[in-house]
Nanobody
Framework: EVQLVESGGGSVQAGGSLTLSCTAS????????MAWYRQAPGKECELVST??????TYSDSVRGRFTISQDDAKNTLYLQMNSLKPQDTAVYYC????????????????????WGQGTQVTVSS
């Protein structure tokens, strides 16, 4: 059974940093396709970043500020978030997909991928 457990969310002032973690189990993590999505209140679910074998992609809204990474020895996915803005406030979800298909327009969560429970990030101005 796939299990994804996020941690590291919290409240921070604009300009600050946070690192989200996602501990994974139930699948071969080192070969996996992983992603971070987020959803702010009243807004659509947004694909923030993906990674596969160390190669990451980013949405335009976070590129240059966020860094996705993984530690295969710890089966853990990370999202380092720097220069945070109030518009980064959202629930952040760790997501796994066996094929690497992460839809750009979807609901958080959807029934296509495997999702963690989410962790709240709040950025105050």
């Amino acid at each position: 059974e796939v299990q994804l457990v996020e941690s590291g969310g919290g409240s921070v002032q604009a300009g600050g940093s946070l690192t989200l973690s996602c501990t994974a189990s139930g699948f071969s993590f080192s070969d996996s396709h992983m992603a971070w999505y987020r959803q702010a209140p009243g807004k659509e679910c947004e694909l923030v970043s993906t990674i596969n074998r160390g190669s990451g992609t980013y949405s335009d809204s976070v590129r240059g500020r966020f860094t996705i990474s993984q530690d295969d020895a710890k089966n853990t996915l990370y999202l380092q978030m720097n220069s945070l803005k109030p518009q980064d406030t959202a629930v952040y979800y760790c997501v796994y997909d066996v094929t690497g298909y992460f839809p750009g327009r979807t609901s958080c969560p959807n029934e296509i991928n495997s999702w963690g429970q989410g962790t709240q990030v709040t950025v105050s101005s």
